[in-house]
């Protein structure tokens, strides 16, 4: 990991490669017990549309857990997992900002 200065009060964030944030983002997919096989990958807005079209709430109701109290923090373990799979398969930079 990388500390860099931000332009916010001093303070710093960090900078990961892909495999490590894919690391992460895979001990909190299981310390939360998010369904990775039933969270889509690929389309464009596949991810935000499972979370937002229903598709997280009928796999909830047959697959509950941790995943399933906190959404929210679910959606975000999603997407983390998704752009580091998608970065190191294709290739290509994750950015954020």
């Known amino acids: 990991m990388l500390p860099i200065g931000t332009a916010y009060s001093g303070e ?42 229903g598709g997280a709430e009928r796999t909830a109701r047959v697959r509950p857990g941790p995943w399933a109290e906190d959404r929210d923090a679910a959606f975000y373990v999603a997407l983390y997992l998704r752009a580091a799979q998608y970065s190191l398969r294709y290739g290509c930079p994750m950015t954020y900002s």
């Open 12 to 53: 710093e964030t960090a900078v990961a490669g892909a495999p490590r944030v894919l690391a992460l983002a895979e001990r909190l997919a299981g310390a939360v017990t998010l369904p990775v096989d039933a969270v889509p990958a690929g389309e464009n807005l596949a991810l935000t549309l499972w979370f937002l079209g």
